[in-house]
């Protein structure tokens, strides 16, 4: 095994995002486009990732705090892309067998395409990353001789209309001997069109050495997709979570239209999942064999068991749904919450940090907070868990086979034994015996003779 350094260019500034913050750190899926360049470079386990800063650095540097495995390194002024990688070949980066470039504003690239550039450059190659695109304007040119063989990248300010009429690009993503391009950079000029040391410029400097310059292409071309401005953010998450639509369907996911999900993280289904449109999955999520999501539900690290319906507008969030169970349409399903098997959970129901047993069921307008339900439970419309005093949050405990009518409030810490029935309206406030009726004692009026108030008469 080689050891591999990987620098991470993110110096440029971005001006045409029109924000402030710094472009890198604009989300695709959810998460910063830096942070999907370093797990990809992660995956390849480097033994050090350098990160170029320059402009609004410090928030770049902030927003990975974290991340004690990075080495960040200014670049100030900035003097061209050679001039930035050489900023990262000191230290433990300058003694490694391979370094390869990334960008921070190219976030998905494919591990399998830098792999292969890697894995050839561990051969004593310069490995370069070209493609042949329909729109070559404003990117460095591959200039090849006559037997196929590349010669040099020319820069679009730099060509002349010949080369311009090139398609084959330079993507800026290479695998080089590190102790190459530590030979390399220094001997960069910029006597060029912009003023800058073009770490293209190597490329030339291998082949009048007579090394081995060999080219790979991505599989796809999104793989290379930069960003610059917001339509191509946008443009790009979309094409990104149409990837991750098409991989759901291959795995046997119903969408029922791949153009409006979004995935945000992770998704992992089992076989013949149904998904509605505009739905929104965030952190980790896993939906087990033949459930089935409806429209506009929005789901963050949740785990749903096989054959649960999720109905819609519903959201869960860090919560574990077992089997066969039904949830929603208009429910919310707060942090820490467990739900057993065939639990139903209905119309605008809120449930946070609860446990509920098989086969229990709160159909309406309910609060059920800090509470464990235990099986067979039914709770009724209205029913409130009264778990905050203003300053500490109080349990409440339903045990097994209960029955609470509506409009029922708890008044926690309080519990109710198994099988017992609480009537409608009822405000318990002490703990109810097992297999008994508790009620509030209450009096109904009947008065006669009462005028109901009127309205005033129209003129
Ligand atoms: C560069 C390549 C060009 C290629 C194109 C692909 C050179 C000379 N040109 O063009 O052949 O087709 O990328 O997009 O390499 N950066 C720094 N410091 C700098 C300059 C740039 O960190 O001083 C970073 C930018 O943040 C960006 C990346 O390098 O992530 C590329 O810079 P950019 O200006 O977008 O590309 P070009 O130089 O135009
Ligand atoms: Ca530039």
Redesign the pocket.
């Known amino acids: 095994m080689q050891s591999l350094s990987v620098v991470i260019?993110?110096?440029?500034q971005g001006k045409r995002m029109k924000s402030a913050l710094p472009k890198v750190l604009h989300d695709v899926a959810g998460k910063p486009m830096l942070s999907h360049v370093i797990d990809r470079a992660n995956a390849l386990s480097p033994q050090i990732i350098t990160i170029?800063y320059?402009h609004a650095g410090e928030a770049v540097r902030a927003a990975f705090a974290h991340n004690n495995t990075l080495t960040w390194t200014e670049?100030s002024p900035?003097?061209?892309?050679?001039?930035?990688v050489l900023q990262a070949m000191s230290g433990a980066a300058r003694t490694t067998d391979v370094t390869l470039v990334l960008?921070?504003?190219?976030p998905l690239v494919s591990v399998a395409t830098l792999k292969t550039l890697v894995d050839d450059a561990a051969t004593n190659k310069l490995a370069w990353l070209t493609m042949n695109v329909s729109n070559p304007k404003?990117?460095?040119r591959i200039v090849r001789d006559t037997n196929g063989r590349v010669r040099e990248?020319v820069?679009d300010k730099d060509a002349n209309d010949e080369q311009r009429k090139i398609t084959e690009?330079?993507?800026?993503f290479l695998a080089c001997p590190t102790a190459w391009l530590a030979r390399w950079l220094p001997m960069l000029g910029r006597n060029n069109a912009q003023g800058?040391y073009?770490?293209?410029d190597i490329l030339k400097l291998a082949v009048d050495e007579g090394l081995t310059v060999d080219t790979h292409s991505p599989q796809h071309e999104w793989e290379i997709t930069?960003v610059?401005s917001r339509d191509q953010l946008a443009a790009l998450e979309r094409t990104y979570q149409m990837e991750i639509a098409k991989n759901l369907m291959e795995a046997g996911v119903t969408l029922r239209d791949p153009s409006r999900i979004d995935v945000r993280g992770t998704l992992v289904c089992g076989e013949d999942v149904v998904i509605d449109i505009n739905c929104i999955f965030e952190g980790s999520v896993a939906l087990g064999q033949g459930v089935l999501i409806g429209a506009q539900c929005i789901l963050r690290d949740c785990q749903i068991g096989e054959g649960t319906r999720i109905l819609p507008f519903t959201m869960i969030d860090s919560a574990t749904i077992g089997m066969n169970a039904r949830i929603g349409p208009y429910a919310r399903i707060r942090p820490g919450s467990t739900l057993a098997d065939d639990v139903h959970i209905g119309n605008f129901v809120e449930v946070k940090a609860s446990a509920i047993g098989d086969g229990s069921k709160a159909n309406h307008l309910s609060y059920i907070g800090d509470t464990t339900v235990g099986k067979n439970v039914n709770v009724g419309a209205g029913t409130i868990t009264c778990n905050y005093d203003g300053a500490n949050k109080h349990r409440t405990v339903i045990e097994d086979n209960v029955h609470i009518g509506s409009d029922v409030q708890l008044v926690a810490p309080v519990t109710v034994h198994a099988g017992a029935t609480v009537a409608a309206g009822t405000t318990i406030w002490k703990d109810v015996p097992a297999n008994t009726l508790a009620l509030n004692e209450k009096t109904q009026l009947a008065k006669t003779g009462w005028q109901r108030p009127k309205k005033p008469e129209k003129k």
């Open positions: 260019l993110a110096a440029g170029v320059g670049q900035q003097l061209g892309t050679g001039h930035a960008y921070g504003d190219v404003g990117l460095g990248i820069e690009i330079n993507t800026g800058e073009y770490l293209t930069g610059n």
